[in-house]
Structure formats: C-alpha cells, structure tokens
C-alpha cells in the first residue's frame, strides 16, 4: 500500500521561503511520477506541481512558475517542493502525490490518484 508522508510546512511572512518534503513508501519510487497539490479553504485542490519518474521533466501551475521549484531524490524516496516569494495567497493545504501506474507523463494531472494526509503552509502578510 502505497504511503506518502508531508513535512515541512509551517508559517511564514509573505516574501519568505519553506521547503516542503514527501516521504513515500509501498511502490517502486523510482517508477512513478510525483506531484505536489495544494487545498486552500473553500476552494478545491489544485495542482501545483509535478515530475517525471526520472526527474528531467518538471511542470508547474502558472500561479506557482517562478518561485516554486519540485525535486527528487530516487535513492532515498523523497521528493521536494522548494517555495520562494511566498504569498498569502498560497496558504493552504499541500499534498503530495503519486500515480496508481508507473512510468506516466505528467501532462495532466489526472495521473495523480494517491495523496498524502497534508501539510499546512500559511503564508502572512
């Protein structure tokens, strides 16, 4: 079963940086496309960003372009999401997520079908 464990959020003044960190276990890692969505209050989850097994290919939400960066590291099954120039705007919930297939692309974000339990990230201004 798959498993996938959030750290690293927490509150930050606007203009600030957090990095974010996903723990994940029960799948071939190194398989499997990882993304980050994020659940502000009253709206749905969205996506934010995501990366190929591999690591050589990365997509973005437009709100996020620029100040977000999603990496991996295949040896110890984790993956990252490095936020710069926070804004209040991008409190919310941050998930981590995996597709139920290996080897997809990341061109829509409908691959992703398992998330983690969320990490809180509120961004003051």
């Known amino acids: 079963q798959v498993q996938l464990v959030e750290s690293g959020g927490g509150l930050v003044q606007a203009g600030g940086s957090l990095r974010l960190s996903c723990t994940a276990s029960?799948?071939?890692?190194?398989?499997?496309?990882m993304g980050w969505f994020r659940q502000a209050p009253g709206r749905e989850r969205e996506f934010a960003a995501a990366?190929?097994?591999?690591?050589?290919?990365?997509r973005y939400a437009d709100s996020v372009k620029g100040r977000f960066t999603i990496s991996r590291d295949n040896a110890k099954n984790m993956v990252y999401l490095q936020m710069s120039s926070l804004k209040p705007e991008d409190t919310a919930v941050y998930y981590c997520?995996?597709?139920?297939?290996?080897?997809?692309?990341?061109?829509?974000?409908?691959?992703?079908?398992?998330w983690g339990q969320g990490t809180q990230v509120t961004v003051s201004s």
């Open positions: 990366i190929t097994w591999g690591g050589s290919v990365t």
């Open positions: 029960g799948l071939t890692f190194n398989k499997y496309p």
């Open positions: 997520a995996t597709a139920r297939t290996p080897y997809l692309g990341i061109t829509s974000p409908a691959v992703f079908s398992s």
